[in-house]
């Protein structure tokens, strides 16, 4: 299993369709077979901190995430809500 942690940090004023289309980006991806889970937190001490926690069956499973339509077209007006880059980790499970 793979865990990806995407952290972004989003403008002030497009707060509210940034959680529209990231309710649609997780509605799609959690139809995907190698999806096991998909979320999106909101940092309790700032609220323009959003981070999705997803966990994948393996790497296939994130490159067919990675390539598919509501990832390739939702993902780009994401980021054109957010004051930078996102950061993205992606882990292991150890224990």
Do not use: R
């Not at 972004?8 to 995907?32: P, V, W, Y």
């Not at 994948?56 to 007006?77: C, G």
């Amino acid at each position: 299993m793979i865990i990806i942690v995407a952290k972004s940090i989003i403008k002030k004023d497009k707060i509210e369709k940034f959680k529209l289309l990231a309710e649609k980006l997780i509605e799609e991806s959690k139809k995907e077979e190698g999806c096991i889970s998909y979320k999106l937190f909101n940092d309790i001490n700032n609220k323009t901190i959003y981070t999705f926690i997803e966990q994948w069956k393996d790497k296939n499973a994130i490159d067919i995430h990675n390539n598919s339509k509501h990832f390739k077209s939702i993902v780009p007006k994401l980021q054109e809500l957010q004051e930078k880059d996102s950061e993205v980790n992606l882990y292991e499970v150890v224990i």
